[in-house]
C-alpha cells in the first residue's frame, strides 16, 4: 500500500496531464445519472449542530464587500443571503483576520481594512448579527473564517505606507516582492493573536454565527506558524511547529465551551517538493522551504488538533508559491482532491479518531466538484463526508436547490477562468463572477430588473457569442420581440474554438448550457433563431427594429511583417476550430502569449504531440490573467519542453522557417517563473532591475506559424446602423466595444437585457 507522500506525489504528478486517465473527463460533465441525489441531501451532526446536508460553500474571500470599520454591509448580507436561499447547507465567510496591529499586511492607513472585521468594537457586531439571522431563515448554517493574518502573502505596501516589515513565523521572502524580508512573531505578538482569536470566536458566538473556522492552509499566517517550512524557530514557545495551531484551538474552546463547532482548513501538504524538484534548491526564495510538513505529519497534527477541539475539517495541497494548486483553474481536472480527503478518512478511521464530542470526525472534500454527479458519487462512496463548493455558487447561488429538483441542466456552470472570484481581488475588486452578472452586486441587482418590459420591443442582436446569447434569451424572457443572428452554423462565437482543448471542459459545459438556454427561449419566449446570417445595417433598418444590438465581436490581427500571407500561417482560433489544418505539421511556431497562444500550445504539445514555440513581445506571458491559471499552464508548458521566448518578436516568415528578433539581454526575466507572481500595473516594484536591450535575430524552423497575436474590436457594423438611423436604438455589446473576456460580455449583455 504506497504511504501518503507516496499518494500525494502521484497525484501532484498527474496534475498536467489528468485527462488522460480513462473516466476523467467524462466526470466533469454535468449529468445527472445518480439522481434522485439522496447522499448530497441527507443531514450531518457538527458537534452538537445539524446541518440539513452535505453542501458547504467555500470561504471566498470578502475583500471589499464591508464598510470600511470592518462592518458587513447590504452588499455582503445580501451575497450570503442569496446562497442561504439557493439551498447550500453550511455557508462560511471568507478571510476575517484577528491579528490587525500586528501583521501590518491586514490593515490600511487611518485603521481602515479591505477585509471585514469582528475584532474592533460592538459598532461592527451588527452585520455579523444580521449576516448569521437572514441564513438561518433559510436553514442554511453559517461559520466565521478567522485567520491569524496573512504574513508573507500579504501586501510588502506595508514597507512604503508605514514603513513596517510584513511578519512571519521566521525570516522568510515575501511572496510578491522575495527581495522584501519578513520578519519573525515575538512570542507576544503569537500568544496575543491567539488571544484575539478566542475573543473573535467569543464574539462570533454571541452573534449567532454557528462556529468558527480557523484558515490554516495554502501559506497564510496561521500555517506559517504551524509548518517546518515557514517555521525555522530554535527557541521559544512556538519552536513546536504544532504548538501555535493546538494553543489557539484550546483558547477558542476555552472560550466558547465544549458545543460551539470548530472547523480547520489545513492542507496535507504544500507540494512544494512535488512540484519544483530541484528547483527547490536553485531558485533563493524556494531554498529555505524544503523541509516542507509531509502528509504523515500532517495526520499527526490534525489528531493533534481533533483532541485541542477541532470538530471538522477541509483539507487540500498546496500554498502560494505554487498558487493553482490551493485556487484550482479551468485547466485542472475534476474532482481533483478527492484522493486527498480519502487519505484523511482513511486515516481517522484507522485510527478511530473521534471529537471531544464523541463523533467522528467529517472531512470536506475541495477542489473542482460543481458536477452533481461526480460530488453524489464522492460522498456514497465514503471518499469524504462533505462537498465544498466555492465558485460554483458564485456562478449559480441556486446550484444546490436545482440538484434537489433534478435540473442539473439549468445550472450555470463555473468555467473556472477565476477572473472575477480571485483576480478581481488582486486588481482592487471585490467578489464577482464572469458567468454571473448579479454576483457581489445582489444589494443593488435584487431580479426586480428581470421583471416583463413595461413595453414590448422589436430587438435584432447580431453576433451569437455568449454576450449576443445571454442578452438575446433575458430579453426574449422579458416579453420583448427578439431576433438573434449568427454568422456561423453553430451558436457560441470564441467560446467554441476555446473549448476545443481537454483542459477546456469547463467551457464545453458552459456552451452546452448557452445554448440550452437559447432553446428554451425559442420555445417558451418567442426568439427567433437566424444562424448562417450576417445582416447588413441596410438588412436591418428594413426589419423595422426597435433596437439593434451589435455583439459581433473581434478580428483577428495580422503582424505587418514580410511572409506574414504565406500558406503556412493560420490564425490560431482558426486551427482549434478545424484541428485537421494543423495535420502533418510537426514544428509549430505560435506568434502571441497571450492566453489564447499559450493555451493552444499547450494543446498542440500535450494531446498533439507537436514540438512547439511561442514568441511574445512583452516581457511576460499572459500579462492580466489570474495567477492561478497563468501559473499552472507556464509549469506545464514547460514540462512538456515548450520553448518560450519572451521580449521577442516576429520580424519574417519564409517556407520552413520563421525570423524572431529577441532581446537577449540578462536583464529580460524568466518567463517560467511561477513562484513570485506579476504584480497589477499601478504597483512599483522598487527590487526590480531596469530591463536594458540587446536584440539579436534568430532564425527557427517551422512547419507551421500561427497566430494568436491579439485581436480589435469588429465594430463596423455598430457604426454602420448608427451612420444609417437603423433603429431608434442601437447598442454595442462585448468584444466588438471593447476587448474583454466572458466576465465582461456576461456584465455588458445582463446590463443591456435588463435596460430595454
Known amino acids: 500500500m504506497p504511504t501518503s507522500t507516496e499518494r500525494v506525489a502521484a497525484l501532484v504528478a498527474s496534475v498536467g496531464t489528468w485527462y488522460e486517465k480513462p473516466g476523467c473527463l467524462a466526470a466533469g460533465k454535468m449529468t445527472k445519472d445518480l439522481y434522485p441525489y439522496t447522499s448530497m441531501f441527507s443531514p450531518i451532526k457538527v458537534n452538537r449542530l445539524s446541518i440539513k446536508n452535505r453542501l458547504v460553500m467555500a470561504p471566498m474571500g470578502n475583500i471589499s464587500m464591508a464598510e470600511e470599520s470592518g462592518r458587513p454591509n447590504t452588499k455582503m448580507i445580501e451575497y450570503f443571503t442569496a446562497r442561504a436561499r439557493g439551498g447550500v447547507g453550511l455557508i462560511t465567510s471568507g478571510l476575517v483576520p484577528v491579528s490587525h496591529g500586528v501583521d501590518p499586511t491586514v490593515t490600511e492607513l487611518g485603521s481602515l481594512s479591505y477585509f471585514p472585521r469582528i475584532d474592533r468594537s460592538r459598532t461592527v457586531f451588527a452585520g455579523w448579527r444580521d449576516i448569521a439571522e437572514r441564513c438561518h431563515a433559510h436553514g442554511a448554517r453559517f461559520f466565521i473564517q478567522l485567520t491569524p493574518g496573512l504574513g508573507r502573502v500579504g501586501s510588502p505596501e506595508c514597507l512604503l505606507n508605514k514603513t513596517k516589515l510584513p511578519v512571519s513565523a521566521s525570516w522568510n521572502p515575501n511572496f510578491y516582492m ?24 467569543a464574539d462570533s458566538k454571541a452573534a449567532t454565527i454557528d462556529g468558527v473556522y480557523l484558515h490554516g492552509h495554502e501559506g497564510y499566517l496561521l500555517e506559517q506558524m504551524t509548518n517546518p517550512a515557514f517555521n525555522r524557530r530554535k527557541l521559544g514557545a512556538f519552536a513546536d511547529w504544532k504548538a501555535f495551531g493546538v494553543k489557539m484551538v484550546e483558547e477558542i474552546r476555552r472560550r466558547t465551551g465544549p458545543d460551539f463547532p470548530i472547523m480547520y482548513r489545513i492542507d496535507l501538504s504544500l507540494a512544494l517538493n512535488d512540484t519544483y524538484g530541484k528547483r527547490m534548491d536553485a531558485v533563493a526564495s524556494l531554498k529555505k ?103 460554483p455558487l458564485l456562478a449559480d447561488p441556486e446550484w444546490p436547490n436545482k440538484a434537489y429538483s433534478g435540473r442539473v441542466e439549468d445550472i450555470v456552470p463555473c468555467i473556472g477562468d477565476q477572473e472575477g472570484c480571485i483576480n478581481e481581488f488582486v486588481e482592487g475588486g471585490h467578489p464577482q463572477c464572469a458567468v454571473n452578472a448579479r454576483t457581489g ?113 473581434s478580428k483577428q ?32 511556431v505560435i506568434v502571441g502569449g497571450g492566453v489564447v497562444g499559450c493555451e493552444t500550445a499547450y494543446w498542440l504539445a500535450h494531446e498533439l504531440g507537436k514540438d512547439v514555440t511561442v514568441v511574445e513581445m512583452l516581457p511576460a506571458f499572459m500579462k492580466g490573467v489570474c495567477t492561478a491559471n497563468r501559473g499552472w499552464l507556464l509549469h506545464y508548458l514547460e514540462e512538456r519542453g515548450v520553448a518560450m521566448y519572451n521580449c521577442s518578436r516576429l520580424t519574417d516568415v519564409k517556407p520552413g522557417a520563421v525570423t524572431v528578433r529577441r532581446n537577449v539581454s540578462k536583464t529580460v526575466p524568466d518567463p517560467l517563473v511561477t513562484w513570485t507572481p506579476l504584480l497589477p500595473e499601478n504597483i512599483e516594484n522598487p527590487f526590480a532591475p531596469k530591463l536594458r536591450s540587446d536584440e539579436r535575430d534568430e532564425v527557427l524552423s517551422c512547419d507551421l506559424v500561427l497566430l494568436a497575436a491579439g485581436a480589435r474590436p469588429d465594430d463596423s457594423l455598430y457604426h454602420d446602423c448608427v451612420a444609417a438611423g437603423a433603429a431608434p436604438d442601437i447598442r454595442n455589446l462585448g468584444d466588438s466595444f471593447a476587448l474583454g473576456r466572458v466576465l465582461e460580455a456576461t456584465r455588458a449583455a445582463y446590463a443591456v437585457a435588463t435596460a430595454l
Open 178 to 201: 522575495p527581495a522584501l524580508p519578513c520578519r519573525p512573531l515575538t512570542d507576544a505578538q503569537a500568544r496575543r493573536i491567539i488571544k484575539n482569536a478566542g475573543q473573535a470566536a
Open 441 to 553: 452586486f445582489e444589494d443593488i441587482l435584487d431580479g426586480s430588473e428581470l421583471a416583463p418590459a413595461a413595453a414590448a420591443r422589436k430587438v435584432a442582436i447580431v453576433g451569437g457569442g455568449p454576450g449576443g446569447m445571454q442578452c438575446a434569451v433575458i430579453a426574449a424572457a422579458r416579453g420583448h420581440d427578439v431576433t438573434l443572428f449568427e454568422a456561423r452554423p453553430e451558436l457560441g462565437g470564441m467560446l467554441v474554438p476555446g473549448s476545443k482543448p481537454a483542459i477546456k471542459f469547463d467551457i464545453v459545459n458552459y456552451l452546452a448550457h448557452l445554448r440550452h438556454r437559447v432553446d428554451q427561449a425559442v420555445k417558451d419566449n418567442g426568439l427567433e433563431l437566424r444562424l448562417g446570417a450576417s445582416p447588413s445595417a441596410t438588412e436591418l433598418k428594413s426589419g423595422g427594429y426597435d433596437v439593434i444590438v451589435a455583439a459581433t465581436g
Open 557 to 588: 490581427v495580422r503582424p505587418p511583417v514580410p511572409g506574414i500571407d504565406s500558406p503556412n500561417v493560420r490564425l490560431a482560433v482558426d486551427v482549434l476550430r478545424d484541428p485537421s489544418l494543423a495535420d502533418g505539421a510537426k514544428k509549430v
Open 289 to 391: 522551504f524544503k523541509n516542507e510538513r509531509t502528509p504523515e505529519q500532517t495526520l499527526a497534527y490534525m489528531e493533534a488538533l481533533v483532541k485541542s477541539g477541532v470538530d471538522l475539517f477541509d483539507v487540500d495541497l498546496g500554498c502560494y508559491d505554487n498558487w493553482w494548486l490551493p485556487h484550482p483553474p479551468s485547466s485542472m481536472g475534476p474532482g481533483c482532491y478527492l484522493e486527498v480527503s480519502k487519505i484523511v478518512k482513511e486515516h481517522f478511521a484507522a485510527k478511530k479518531i473521534l471529537s471531544n464530542a464523541g463523533l467522528p470526525v467529517p472531512v470536506v472534500a475541495v477542489g473542482k466538484l460543481g458536477y452533481p454527479d461526480l460530488s453524489e458519487r464522492a460522498l456514497r462512496s465514503g471518499d469524504c463526508d462533505m462537498v465544498m463548493l466555492g465558485r
